[in-house]
Structure formats: C-alpha cells, structure tokens
C-alpha cells in the first residue's frame, strides 16, 4: 500500500477531530474513528499523534475540559458543568480536570478568586510593558501601547481574581527585563508561574532553549519535540506564550525565515530579533 500524501492525512486528522468534537457522549472509540477514515486503529492512532501532538483520547479529553470550562462560566452549580462535560463522578473530575484547570473547578467557576495577581507597567522603546505576578512567579508579560489597555487583558485573563497594582514590590523584576529589552542585561532568570496543557508547556519549554540571536522555524521546534508533524500545534502554543521575551516565542519564523505571526505585533517581533542579534 502507497504512503498516504499529507495533505489527505491532515484531512483526515482533521476529520477525526471534528468527529470527536460533535459526538461528545460518549466519545468516539478509536476504532469507530478508524471506519470513519478508513484506516486501521494502530494507523489512526500513530498518524493522529503525528499531526495533533496528542492521542485521540487525550484530543477527546481536551475537548471534555473545554466543555467542562464553558459549563462552568454558564451554570450555577459545578454539578450540572460536570454531568454536561461528560464526567460521570466529582472523584473523576477532580482527578483529571484539576490540574488541567489549574485550580479546582468551584475555584475556576468563580473566576479564580483565590489568585492574587499584582501588575506593574514600565515603558520601553517598544512601547508598555506589562509584567504581573502571583506569589509563585510571573504569570504575564505584555507589550502594547497603551497601559490602560494591558492592565484590562490582564483582568480579562484573570476574571474576578485580585488584581492590583503593585510597582514597588515588582520594581525589581520589571527594571530586570526593561534592562534585557535595552539590551544591557542578558535574559533575566525570573520565575514564571504560567499554566497551560503538556504539550504547550514542553513548547515553551523549548523556546527557551534557544540561544539569544539565533531562530528556529515551527517545523524544527515540532522536530526538535519528537513530534515532527505537529507544526499547527507550535505555532498555536506560540501564540498562546502568556509570558513575552521570557519564553521567547519571537525567536520562532516561518520556513521560508518570515517573522509571522507575533501576538505582540510583528515590528516588535522584527526589533527584539534585531537587537539579539546585534542590529539594533
């Protein structure tokens, strides 16, 4: 039998997915998602990992905690998310989704107001820069142009927990990466308090692994993973980096070297690789 041309293979995947997503209960098994794509389960099973990142079940699971997410944000009682999730015992939500939320659900439901986040906002030649904090670590760094602007996507991201402004007690951390943007310091070691699923955490994790003048495209980040296929999947954990110049997603450019894609807007994006590298 003839390798399956990639384009059919993300067509594929692709529909696998969208099965999973409209069929929530009960999941798809994989070897119903296998008849639906006409492959054999252990050929799904490799092939949905080489492009998703994740196994059918763990794309079925994420799908479970987002539906669990938005129950949570509409329904009065943690109950009723839950039994619409799909989760059948408060013992099982909380074993599996807990640490997917980063919080318990009821916490999650109330818009985490157990979290203390404290902000402070400095100014560079690339504009505002927004650093927030928990007690653990920094939770968010933002560049924008406006400090009015940062400061409400910082409590959008953080609905209903306690955030304050705190520059003295984060004068430090902050003068530490205006220092590095002015390129007067190297990458400051700050601790980072940041939450996001396994595969966009080891994303993250490699980005801050590459040395400070040099890039690497989304198809060697994926490589570098294990997972040479999950391309999309990089790129949207990238984009999806709460901590900017930190975990440094700007050293990350298309494969023909283009600077795509920059949440924090693509000039920046040009000027902080140029800095890096000696230019600016």
Not at 74 to 96: F, I, K, W
Not at 193 to 216: M, S
Not at 240 to 257: A, E, F, K, W
Request: glycine share 8%; net charge positive.
């Amino acid at each position: 039998m003839s390798r399956v041309a990639a384009p059919e293979v993300v067509r594929q995947v692709e529909e696998v997915c969208r099965h999973i997503r409209e069929n929530p209960e009960p999941p798809p098994s994989l070897a119903e998602l296998a008849v639906l794509v006409d492959l054999s389960p252990g050929h799904l099973q490799r092939v949905f990992k080489r492009v998703a990142g994740v196994s059918p079940k763990q794309y079925a699971d994420a799908c479970r905690v987002d539906r669990l997410k938005a129950g949570l944000r509409s329904h009065p009682t943690v109950t009723t998310a839950m039994l619409e999730a799909g989760y059948g015992s408060s013992s099982r939500l909380y074993e599996q989704a807990a640490s997917r939320l980063g919080m318990t659900p009821r916490a999650y439901q109330k818009g985490g107001p157990a979290t203390t986040v404290r902000f402070t906002v400095g100014r560079s030649d690339l504009g505002r820069v927004l650093l927030a904090a928990t007690d653990r670590g920094v939770c968010a760094v933002s560049l924008g142009d406006d400090a009015a602007e940062l400061e409400a996507w910082l409590r959008e991201e953080f609905p209903a927990a306690t955030v304050e402004r705190a520059d003295a007690d984060l004068r430090g951390w902050l003068q530490a990466l205006l220092d590095h943007l002015a390129g007067e310091l190297p990458h400051p070691a700050l601790p980072l308090d940041v939450r996001g699923t396994a595969f966009q955490r080891r994303v993250w994790e490699e980005l801050r692994k590459i040395p400070a003048g040099e890039t690497r495209t989304y198809t060697q980040v994926a490589a570098s993973l294990g997972r040479p296929a999950a391309v999309r999947a990089v790129a949207r954990a990238c984009a999806t980096n709460p901590v900017s110049v930190l975990t440094p997603c700007h050293r990350v450019v298309g494969s023909d070297g283009s600077l795509r894609g920059y949440r924090w807007g693509v000039e920046r994006k040009k000027k902080l690789l140029e800095r890096e590298k000696g230019g600016g």
